[in-house]
């Protein structure tokens, strides 16, 4: 029976956590904009730096 | 009538951009469309670039000099705009204007990703803010403004770093994320609970079931609750009976009574009913900010509009750059050409033209001398000006306007205003009705007492009613907003159907801002006319340059404008002039031996002296006005054109779309005395094209601009259409109709609901659990009925 105590806390460490990464995600602005992100799939190239122009074209192709 | 290929919307008489799909020329209807078309079929920028001159069907690309941005650069400016991001990156949130579909952040997405220097870019469709984290050795901050605006949007600088809106928005979100894993916490817990012969063999588990419920319970009363308990605190020292006061005595009393009850050992908790209780209280109460939040954001738009910094003139003569909040009363600030007035003030020397349509709707620019007021936010066209500023930032002109708008925005409707009184008056009456529950409990059955008191509390708590008319505003402002208009006044949602009288502005809102070409008269024919005339006007920004875009530049020399009189160029080695009827005259070119229209506006070309043409111009029916009059129409409302134009002209219109009623050659006094004497007897629709008409527009009951021009005047108006065409009120009508069938029914359910549940819950049948789940389920019934508001809908 002891093992319910021990199962019961742990569900509510989980539970904490839970909240923890919760908290986390709203205040790193994960709710703030639901429609955008969805696109940004189509993006195909995230990379911050520029491209050269032959690259760009090569991209062109595939 | 062509198709944008891309996004499907029209595109507008004057555009020809189009982009190559496939080996085809497809018609694209703007820059941003084009640029993804182009991007999409593997391209690079370039393309895009070279149509960059043409201006753009939304909004017109504005003259940018490089030089606008280098404020920014000004070290005061770029510390007070900027943050640290570590490593020598600064952070930045600039708000762009003109950005409001997903396509525009992909666009400058890849623009600015591409700039050399940049880290990371954020962009937020929805609040236009884009971003960006940057390394100030490599790219300065005014190359990205320059950036952007060269892409046809307008940089707003962002001062503040997060709003209140938001920080509440986002504890509201934390609030309802403790009370929802509460609630599944102690339920879960609350299952063997509810059964305690179990727990005859081990009463220990009962006992470390109860204190972990305790644990939860507390964390979800005095984080997610205390909303409720301090806003009540609030309701009733301002003698106020609001929905706070039975929902905060229900928890408090729920929620202390089990912590004195599961100390006892006896008796039942109601832990789990109270943090239920909480969570769908909250979760409600975020859908019904979400509605108010919804409006735009006056302070921040209007604050945009004002620079960052001010030229301080310095008693030694010399001119010093310094952040806008060291500006303060009593000091002199330099004003150059073209820059926005940052403060208000006093002219001390100099003169020039200062466009003040953004705080009067005044289009024309009013010259100022010395001894003139001067307000934040308007540009001065032309001169310079040394100011000594009047007033300090925060009272300024601007600031007080702010703050009037802010306030009519933060007015909560009528028809919600009402709800609210009789959800008062309701509390009362449940107050009431418990402590008589309560009394005849204590005196006949006292062991019944916490059940019936709580559930009569929870269960009657006028919620579902509270919920009927935001949740429905809510949803139907949301689905204008996906047929293209913004709602910036929720109230005039519903009262959009049942009025029947409209009135409508004809420049610029019956009639397209662009000009074409009606009739062409050519006298001596002559290679590449569309080219040369391009050329020509390309040298103006009059909006008569407008209907002549057809052609290709050509490369011109000695080029010059006459304002309100014509062009003059060089191009070829002949010299082309090309303008009014008058200016002809005055250099004795014979403009007779064309029979031109007078009704139209006409514009005269001559090389080297000789007059090669006329070419008459007219104004366009905007797209989807005939399709809009003709169902309003049909539903047998009064249509009445109000313009400023010629009667002539106006009767012509008016025959041409079929409105039963044409005034014209009225000044905006006209309009409004017109109007307000309508609405002595009638309720009216005004549709204006919101810079001269925002004090017509504020008179009318329902006002509706188009998204043009002054952004003040958009805040005067209750409807704004975001796009070009007229078509999306057509949809608009139809949601304005069904939601008021939705808040109908809303409120008969959720009054049916409280009158029905009330005997029950006295009657002591209700256990506070039930009570609860009822209470949650009419509140979700409501909320469900709402959302039908969302779904397709044909027109």
Known sequence: ?62 | MTRCFHCGETVPANVRLTARIDGRDEPMCCIGCQAVAQFLTNHDHEVFYRYRQDQLPGEQVMATSDDQWRFLDAPEVFDSLTRDAGDGYRQVTIKVEGMYCSACGWLLQKVIQDLDGIKDLQINTVTQNLQLVFDPQIITLSDVFARISALGYQPRQHQQLGSAADDDRKSQLKRIAVAGFGMMFIMTLAVPLYSPEQFTVAPHIQRFFLMISLLIATVVYFYSGQVFVSNAIRDLRNRHLGMDVPVALSISLAYFVSLYLSFKQQGHVYFDSMTMFVFFLLLGRFVESQVRHKGMNVRDSLFALIPVSAHQLQADGSEKTIPLEQVSKGQQIIVKNGEVIPCDGRVLRGEGQVDEALLTGESRAINKSTDHLVFAGSTLIGGQLVLETTANNEHSFLARLAELMERAQSQKPRSLQLVDQLASYFVGTVLLLAAATATWYLLYQPSGLMTALLAVLIATCPCALSLATPTALTAAGIRMLKDGILVNNTEAITQLAPIDHWFFDKTGTLSNEQLSIARQLVLNPHDNLPDITTTLQHISNHPIASAFAEGQLLPCSAAEEFPGLGVKATIEQRHWMMGSRDWFDQHGIDTEQLQADPQHTVVYLACDGQLIGAYELTVQVRDGAQDLLEHLKAAGKSLTILSGDQPDTVNNWAQKLGTDQALGGLSATDKINHLAAKQQKHRCVMVGDGVNDAPVLSQADVSVSLKQGAHLAHSASDLIILGQSLGPLKAALATSQKTQRIIKQNLSWSLLYNLSITPVAMMGLLAPWMAAIGMSLSSLLVVLNSRRLLGQQEV
């Open chain 1, 1 to 62: 029976m002891n093992m319910v105590f021990v199962l019961v806390l742990l569900s509510l460490v989980l539970a904490g956590v839970a909240v923890w990464a919760l908290f986390w995600a709203i205040n790193k602005n994960q709710f703030d904009d639901l429609d955008s992100p969805a696109y940004s799939i189509l993006d195909d190239d995230n990379e911050p730096h520029k491209r050269s122009p032959e690259k760009s074209e090569d991209k062109g192709q595939s």
